[in-house]
Structure formats: structure tokens, C-alpha cells
């Protein structure tokens, strides 16, 4: 095969093959690319000048930068789990056979990963090769995202979204600069997410600009496959929706696990947040009824949904067809909302999801239009509905009646609840409406009847576990307090998670550090560990974190070592008081060593081979340094 440099790779027209390059062909010459020098300036911390090194090549570089990724080091994180019978790894396997049949001579290795770049295949005949991408550990079970690795074919095309190829020394680590590859991403037919990557690699000195074309063929074969073994699923939800869109004249939304089908008109009622509500009424276990839906811009519609049975599988419904009728349009006797939600002293973050629960929450005060607010734990429930009293009623009497205190004495509970109500100004708060047993809640929902023209604003708050997606029969309580009390709500309104708003956390942050009353910061590496965290505890986890990571820090800024363990790894289970310690010390051998698992292994006295399984079962992910 050629040997070819990038600043070869251009096609007969003098451009480069994704048509940003300069030409190197004769003529009025642009300056060559130089992506040696280019790097070795990048990695300085020197200007690059454009007419070195391409354009998609250099913002990658950026973002290694941005991720911490360390130039000199491969630190791809580990994990074998791999369902060898998935719908990309069926689709993929017959391409995968005919490509490596055709290239069996040649040194090049063929590479099919998950969406996140995690190598799931390696083919290759050649035995350097494979010695040596065992060695760069491009190999099945590892991780190849950019954020681990930095520039390279499957993690710059996973980020991209388009197929990209990397030659030598365009990657951003020194150990893959005598490799070149090009990946293609290969998306679901049906809904255009990307589902996994194919790649081709080879020795930097045999690279060739034939490997973009035929991983981009490739991919589209295999696109193609999956199209064809399209699980029956999505097909009866298409079908389906196909139907449904000749007969009626609604708008009209259908929903499996995984996909979202919405016709023009549903698209144009519909925002983010009202694809979750969508998602939990067709997760209600009596099925979608006829109901009425406030959406998050302020219009309301009348919400028809029926179930579609799978005919392959029988058990769960295939998918949920929603039909979306509009009732009114925003009511222009109304005040006017202000088109920005005002900020709330002591409410951090301005991520749109918030600032819509805040603009949601504030018109319903307003207008003492009774609500009912859920939303996981700690999401800041009741510290948003406080500050909204406080901003819509200074002065007004807020009353809060937590049915976590109702223990023994409901009667008293209900007598206390029945006073705020008649009160007939100013707010209640009903907290942890969840903890209610149906009995009580029978009296309350009776004693929300007897005082519903009451003057002021009632907000009950609903603590509710992760959210339940159709088809996973996520289990509610069969005496779910709620539905019997739901009709006296005009309104509700759902407090996102924080790992649905993550863009809220440095603020958040910001202002737990400054109400403890110090004067610290967080470093770079402790905010970006904070950002990825799963937080299933949300804003009161955080809080609980900030705390942890003060007591412990050692310096006069907030490291990532010093943010609890138990942060820095996402466990599939609950783990054991045992578990937990064994995963404790893990995440402190790693930090102690900095990430690297073998002395972080043997200081331990377990294997490098144990480490690693450890490190998957307990999900640790410290970050780039330590993958
Ligand atoms: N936007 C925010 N800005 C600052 N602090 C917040 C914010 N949201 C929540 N908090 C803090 O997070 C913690 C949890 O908030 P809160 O008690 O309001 O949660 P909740 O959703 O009502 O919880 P639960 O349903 O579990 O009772 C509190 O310490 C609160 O001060």
C-alpha cells in the first residue's frame, strides 16, 4: 500500500478528503500541513497557525486540552460489558466478516465500538499490529472516547458525529502517533442516533485515504442491517403512528423505550420537558387515559393515549400512541409573565430547565392556581417553591405541613393542614405527599375539597424515585396517594434532576461553598468530576458532597481527591457496607497513584487483572487522569 503523509490525503481537486485541508497539489501553493510542528506548538501552549494542521483536527486538540487528557499516557478506561446478541453487534457481524476477509493481507485492523467509542471487535491478520494496539489498549473492553484518549479517528468521529480520519501525528497522544485510523459513525435508521462507530486502523506509514470511503460504506451496510432486523417494536410504533396520522386530525406523539416519533403539529406543542411528562403519563400502569396537560410554554391540552400491543412479544405494550388536542391559548387576560423568569435569592443555577420551573412556578403563585410539584429527591422542591412564595407574597404567611411528621397523629396533622387552609391567605405547603397512607390521604383529598376557593396558593410536593419509561414496568405504588388527590391540582410542574441540568452546577456550587461561609474554590478537575457525576441524591447530595470535600481538602483549593469516593464510581447495585469499603480504598489507591492501575493494584496486593474488574463492577471513573 502507499505510503502517505496527511499532508497527501487530498483528493483530484487539491482538497483534503473532508474538504477543509489546504491543496498540495501544483500550483499557487498554500503552506503544507505541518501537523508535527503544529502539535508540538499546541502542546507548548503556542498559537497553531490555521495552515498546519486541519481544522477539525485542531478543535479536537482543544477539546483533549479542555478534558485533561494527558499527551503522554493512554488512560482508556476498561469495561467488558458487551452484549455479544445486540442488535449492532447481529447487524454489524456479516459486514464485519466480509471486510476482514477482504483486507486479511493487508495491516490494518478492523474496529467496531459502542456509541461512546468502547471497543466491542477487533479483527486484524497482522500480528504487529495486534501487538501493538494491545499495547495502546485499542483493544475490546477499553474505551477510545476523546475525552480519554484525545484526538483519534472513533473518538473525534464519535464527538463530530461524521466520520473522521487522524493520521500520526494528528492525534493528541504520543503513543498513537504510528498509527492512523478513520471511523464512521453508524446511526439507528429509524430514529438517527448514532448506536456505535466502525474504524479501520493502521501503521501511520500505510495509511490510506481508501480506509474514509470504506468505513463509510461499511457503516452504511450496516445501517442497513439494522433497518432490516429493526425490532418489531419499532416497526408496530411506526406503523402504527403511519396509521393513526391518516385517520386523525390531532396532533399526534408515539413512544417506545428508546424513541420519540412526533408529527409537525406535536413538535410545535411540545418542548423538552413535556416529552418527560409525556413519557410518565404513558408509564402510568392503567395506561395513558384522556386527561389534560399543562405544557411547560403555559398551553394546555387535552392528552388521549392508547397502548400498542406487540404482537412479536405480547407482554409490554410496543409503544404509545398520544393524541395532543390544544384547548386553550395562552390566556391574555392573564398578567403578563415577564418573557425572563425573575432570579430567586437563594436559588442557584440558570440552566433553561430550571428557569422554566421557575417561570412555571411563579405564574402558578400568581395566580393561586393550586400545584403539585414532583420531582426526585433533593432536587430543591421545596427551596424553589419557598423562594417563589417569598417573591410573589413577601409577608404573606407560609405554612408547611410535612406528612413525613404524620407518624401516629394524622388526625392532628389534618387539624394543623385544615387551619393553613382556612386561613384563606397566603401559601401551604403540603411536603412529602408520597409518605401518605391512602387513608389519610382520602381525608385530606376531602379537606382539600372543602376549602378549594380558598384565597392564595397551595403547593404540594411529590417525592418520586428515578422516572419510569414505558415498556421498563418501572413499579408504582398500586395505592399511589397522588392519584386520588391529583384532580385537585390545577397545575403541575416537575423539578428536572441535576444530572438533567448539569449547566446549573457551577453556580450551585458557588453557592453552597459561600453559604458554609468560606472562601474556597473548586478546581478545575473537582468542577469536572462534579459535572459528570450521576447525582441520584441531586442538589442535597451536592450540598452533602461540598461538605465532605471541605472537611477533607487539604489545601487552600477544593481538589478532586478530596470529593467523597463514593462520587468518583456509579455501582449497578447497592453495594454492601463490605462493597463499599473495598470500593472506597480502590478510588483512594487510584488518587494516591495517580490513576495508574497497576501500582494502584499492587499496593493493594491484588492483580492488575482484579483491579480492572473492580474498577467495571463499581463503575469508578475518577476522571480523565485515572480512566
Ligand atoms: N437551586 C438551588 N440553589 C441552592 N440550593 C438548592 C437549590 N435547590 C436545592 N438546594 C438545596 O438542596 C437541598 C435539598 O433541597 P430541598 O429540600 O428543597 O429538596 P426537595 O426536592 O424538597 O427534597 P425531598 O423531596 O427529598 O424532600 C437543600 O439543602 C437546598 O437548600
Not at 503522554?72 to 476477509?101: C, E, G, M
Not at 491478520?125 to 476523546?146: K, N, Q, T
Not at 435569592?345 to 428557569?355: E, V
Amino acid at each position: 500500500m502507499e505510503h502517505l503523509e496527511p499532508a497527501h490525503l487530498t483528493d483530484a481537486t487539491g482538497h483534503a478528503p473532508d474538504g477543509t485541508g489546504p491543496s498540495a497539489l501544483p500550483g499557487p501553493h498554500p503552506p503544507r500541513l505541518d501537523p508535527v510542528h503544529a502539535r508540538t506548538l499546541f502542546l507548548e501552549g503556542e498559537s497553531v497557525p490555521p495552515t498546519e494542521v486541519r481544522a477539525p483536527i485542531l478543535t479536537s486538540w482543544q477539546r483533549s486540552r479542555f478534558w485533561g487528557v494527558d499527551a503522554d499516557r493512554i488512560q482508556a478506561p476498561y469495561n467488558a460489558d458487551f452484549d455479544p446478541h445486540s442488535r449492532l453487534a447481529t447487524a454489524a457481524r456479516p459486514v464485519l466478516d466480509r471486510l476482514a476477509d477482504a483486507l486479511q493481507d493487508t495491516p490494518m485492523a478492523l474496529i467496531l465500538t459502542d456509541s461512546k467509542g468502547r471497543v466491542r471487535e477487533r479483527r486484524t491478520g497482522d500480528r504487529a499490529l495486534h501487538r501493538h494496539l494491545d499495547d495502546i489498549c485499542l483493544a475490546p473492553g477499553f474505551s477510545y472516547a476523546e475525552e480519554y484518549v484525545g484526538t483519534n479517528g472513533i473518538g473525534t468521529a464519535a464527538e463530530d458525529g461524521r466520520t473522521a480520519h487522524v493520521f500520526g501525528s494528528e492525534h493528541f497522544s504520543e503513543r498513537l502517533q504510528r498509527v492512523s485510523c478513520a471511523a464512521a459513525p453508524i446511526r439507528n435508521p429509524v430514529s438517527g442516533r448514532v448506536v456505535g462507530l466502525i474504524d479501520l486502523t493502521s501503521w501511520q506509514r500505510t495509511a490510506s485515504p481508501l480506509m474514509t470511503a470504506l468505513v463509510s460504506e461499511a457503516a452504511a451496510d450496516i445501517e442497513e442491517r439494522l433497518l432490516d432486523i429493526g425490532s418489531e417494536r419499532e416497526r408496530a410504533a411506526f406503523r402504527a403512528f403511519l396509521t393513526s396520522r391518516q385517520h386523525s386530525r390531532r396532533a399526534l406523539v408515539t413512544l417506545t423505550d428508546g424513541l420519540l416519533l412526533a408529527d409537525a403539529a406535536a413538535t410545535e406543542l411540545l418542548g423538552p420537558d413535556d416529552h418527560r411528562r409525556l413519557r410518565e403519563l404513558a408509564a402510568d400502569p392503567s395506561g395513558p387515559r384522556e386527561q389534560r396537560l399543562l405544557l411547560s410554554d403555559g398551553r394546555t391540552v387535552q392528552v388521549r393515549g392508547r397502548q400498542v400491543a406487540d404482537t412479536a412479544n405480547g407482554k409490554d405494550p410496543a409503544a404509545y400512541l398520544i393524541e395532543l388536542r390544544l384547548v386553550t391559548e395562552p390566556d391574555e387576560t392573564a398578567p403578563r409573565i415577564p418573557a425572563r423568569p425573575p432570579r430567586l435569592p437563594g436559588i442557584a443555577g440558570t440552566s433553561p430547565a430550571l428557569r422554566g420551573v421557575v417561570q412555571q412556578l411563579v405564574r402558578h403563585c400568581e395566580q393561586g392556581r393550586w400545584t403539585l410539584v414532583d420531582g426526585e429527591v433533593g432536587t430543591g422542591k421545596h427551596e424553589l417553591v419557598r423562594a417563589v412564595h417569598r417573591h410573589v407574597a413577601p409577608g404573606e404567611p407560609y405554612a408547611v405541613h410535612d406528612a413525613a411528621e404524620v407518624r401516629g397523629g394524622a388526625a392532628d396533622w389534618l387539624r394543623a393542614v385544615f387551619r393553613s387552609l382556612a386561613e384563606d391567605r397566603g401559601t401551604v405547603v403540603l411536603r412529602h405527599l408520597d409518605m401518605l397512607s391512602a387513608t389519610v390521604a382520602g381525608q385530606l383529598d376531602a379537606l382539600l375539597r372543602s376549602t378549594a376557593g380558598r384565597a392564595g396558593w397551595v403547593a404540594a410536593l411529590l417525592t418520586r424515585e428515578g422516572p419510569a419509561l414505558p415498556g421498563t414496568g418501572a413499579p408504582r405504588r398500586a395505592d399511589d396517594p397522588v392519584h386520588a388527590l391529583r384532580a385537585r391540582f390545577g397545575a403541575q410542574v416537575t423539578v428536572p434532576p441535576l444530572r438533567h441540568r448539569t449547566a446549573d452546577i457551577p453556580a450551585l456550587v458557588a453557592a453552597v461553598i459561600a453559604r458554609q461561609g468560606t472562601d474556597v474554590t473548586c478546581t478545575e478537575g473537582a468542577l469536572r468530576a462534579l459535572s459528570r457525576a450521576p447525582w441520584p441524591g441531586n442538589v442535597r447530595q451536592l450540598v452533602g458532597s461540598l461538605r465532605y470535600a471541605e472537611a477533607h481538602r487539604t489545601g487552600p483549593l477544593i481538589e478532586e481527591s478530596d470529593l467523597p469516593p463514593s462520587l468518583l464510581s456509579q455501582s449497578q447495585h447497592p453495594l454492601s457496607a463490605w462493597e463499599s469499603t473495598e470500593r472506597d480504598l480502590i478510588v483512594q489507591a487510584l488518587l494516591d497513584h495517580g490513576g495508574d492501575k497497576a501500582r494502584a493494584a499492587k499496593a493493594l496486593g491484588i492483580s492488575r487483572a482484579t483491579i480492572y474488574r473492580k474498577i467495571a463492577a463499581y463503575g469508578i471513573r475518577l476522571g480523565p487522569e485515572t480512566g
